[in-house]
């Protein structure tokens, strides 16, 4: 119960002055019989909150940087009007910083046996799960003099996942895997493992791809055309020890390495390639395999969205081995990882000849555009000292990918935007040598 700025405007207006002393404060109480009356009354006819049913219902995903709308249903089974004021409490990065007021409170009136909604509009700033906090409800009388005010615990989770933002190349992949497959005109021959069709022999083209026996069977000369290998297998691993957590740009390398290994794997399922995921630090934190080329997107998408950087080193040692005991045969393992020298020299590369041996490798890093901007300014002493700086890290990040080529891994590092489309190349270019 609570006394509302009307009420106390209308005492401090209109009342008797009468005094009082309690307890070692001394203070003067306003007293108005007809007010009194009024406040009674109007509290009297205020709807009681904590008998009210409130209930859920609305999205429980969102891709972030979309909105998600939660609905609340507000039942008031009691015989006097509800006039309130509604505030439907989230976490504080459910909203984009500064509209929280805005969107998490409501003004609602419900007459007696009925039932009203209330939408609140979530914009979520992070991955994860997000659950709903407490709905806090004021009850006004019809007068505005007094409010009743109570809490409900309506449970909700709304889980936001990656955005995918790198989706808009994958029709220019799909078109680029086409061709690699023989599926348009534009064929690119003597290319790929699996035989496809028997074709005429014209000039440039490799003379080993010529069947013998089908041309004694003929007149011309017949070649063979080749096209990827298809169910291969590949083995996404997202490195989440504490190199991941370092911010490239708005959002930590872990989220622009989720957003690479969805459009390799929206691509490589489109490819009819097997595609499994393994998170891992010192420990596995997700796993998601045996799923159909329907299902794995999905399934990879609500398996990263509640994926979170650890800040412990990661156990090289111990990577390595959950990934060949995930993967028994011959598969392309993408590893997502940092590119600095220290945890590669001391982790990566002791263990790597146990992956080498028996897989494809393939390890794709996060570059730091700023980087390159300090590495090319001039004008100034300190932007000098800034450019050397730059220019020494870029020349040990290229002293260790160059390691790890001569151990026979494929490295790809580029920028956040440049990452998912130059990961996809890469792997286009392995099925298109058949080394997958």
């Not at 609905?71 to 509604?86: I, K």
Request: aromatic share 4%; glycine share 6%; hydrophobic share 40%.
């Amino acid at each position: 119960m609570a006394l509302t700025g009307r009420a106390a405007l209308l005492a401090a207006l209109g009342s008797l002055p009468v005094g009082i002393w309690d307890a070692g404060w001394t203070g003067i109480l306003a007293v108005n019989g007809p007010l009194a009356v009024a406040c009674a009354c109007d509290f009297a006819l205020a709807a009681p909150v904590r008998r009210l049913r409130l209930t859920r219902s609305g999205d429980t995903s969102a891709r972030l940087g979309d909105s998600a709308d939660v609905t609340l249903t507000v039942t008031n089974p009691s015989g006097r009007p509800l006039r309130a004021q509604l505030r439907d409490a989230w976490p504080p990065s459910s909203w984009q910083p500064g509209t929280e007021v805005a969107a998490s409170r409501h003004r609602l009136t419900v007459p007696p046996g009925e039932r009203r909604r209330v939408t609140t509009r979530l914009r979520p700033t992070r991955r994860s799960d997000r659950q709903a906090d407490r709905v806090t409800i004021r009850s006004s009388g019809p007068l505005g003099l007094f409010t009743r005010q109570g809490t409900h615990r309506v449970p909700w989770t709304v889980r936001v996942l990656p955005p995918f933002t790198s989706r808009k190349h994958l029709p220019s992949k799909l078109a680029r895997l086409r061709e690699l497959d023989g599926r348009t005109s534009m064929l690119i021959r003597g290319e790929g493992t699996e035989f496809d069709s028997l074709r005429e022999y014209v000039p440039g083209d490799d003379t080993r791809s010529i069947d013998w026996r089908a041309t004694a069977r003929q007149s011309a000369v017949a070649v063979r055309t080749w096209r990827p290998e298809r169910d291969r297998h590949i083995l996404l691993v997202l490195d989440t020890g504490r190199t991941s957590a370092g911010r490239v740009g708005d959002v930590p390398r872990l989220d622009a390495s989720m957003d690479a290994a969805l459009l390799l794997a929206a691509l490589a399922s489109r490819a009819g390639d097997r595609v499994d995921l393994l998170a891992y630090d010192r420990r596995v934190r997700a796993l998601a395999q045996g799923r159909t080329a329907g299902d794995v997107l999905p399934a990879l998408v609500g398996t990263m969205a509640t994926l979170e950087p650890e800040l412990v080193e990661t156990d090289a040692r111990g990577l390595a081995a959950t990934a060949l005991r995930t993967t028994p045969r011959r598969s392309l393992i993408v590893l997502f990882t940092a590119l600095d020298a220290a945890p590669i020299e001391e982790g990566l590369l002791p263990v790597l000849p146990q992956l080498t041996q028996r897989h494809t490798v393939l390890l794709a890093a996060v570059a730091d555009p700023h980087v390159s901007r300090m590495a090319e300014a001039r004008g100034n002493t300190e932007a000098v000292y800034e450019a050397a700086a730059a220019a020494q890290a870029q020349a040990e990040r290229h002293r260790t990918a160059e390691q790890l080529r001569r151990h026979g891994v494929t490295v790809v590092d580029a920028t956040p935007d440049e990452l998912a489309p130059a990961l996809s190349d890469a792997y286009l270019e392995l099925k298109a040598a058949g080394r997958l």
